[in-house]
């Protein structure tokens, strides 16, 4: 069975950094585009980041420059680097990823709590 696993949220103050890992398991036979999601309470989940399975990558406006996602494909695992942390980026944040398999379809983490304390 197929399965996504986030790890690395966690309290922190404004400026700090934090990684957050996502490691999919399972029989995989490829994954494409890899995502991080945010959701904040009372908002709809948002596009974070992205990336390729050729490491192209994409950024929301709002963390350009201080977010980096990065991905080792012969891990199955994406991260996603978080710097100069600000309150607003509190949410609960999911990883997502199209993955081929015996049940070829989208996947979503659990999530992981992500606070930012001013």
């Known amino acids: 069975q197929v399965q996504l696993v986030e790890s690395g949220g966690g309290l922190v103050q404004a400026g700090e950094s934090l990684r957050l890992s996502c490691a999919a398991s399972?029989?995989?036979?490829?994954?494409?585009?890899m995502n991080w999601y945010r959701q904040a309470p009372g908002n709809q989940r948002e596009l974070v980041a992205s990336?390729?399975?050729?490491?192209?990558?994409n950024y929301a406006d709002s963390v350009k420059g201080r977010f980096t996602i990065s991905r080792v494909n012969a891990k199955n695992t994406v991260y996603l680097q978080m710097n100069s942390l600000k309150p607003e980026d509190t949410a609960v944040y999911y990883c997502?990823?199209?993955?081929?398999?015996?049940?070829?379809?989208?996947?979503w983490g659990q999530g992981t709590q992500v606070t930012v304390s001013s």
């Open positions: 990336i390729t399975s050729g490491g192209s990558t």
């Open positions: 399972g029989r995989i036979f490829s994954i494409n585009t």
């Open positions: 997502n990823a199209y993955i081929y398999s015996s049940a070829t379809r989208d996947y």
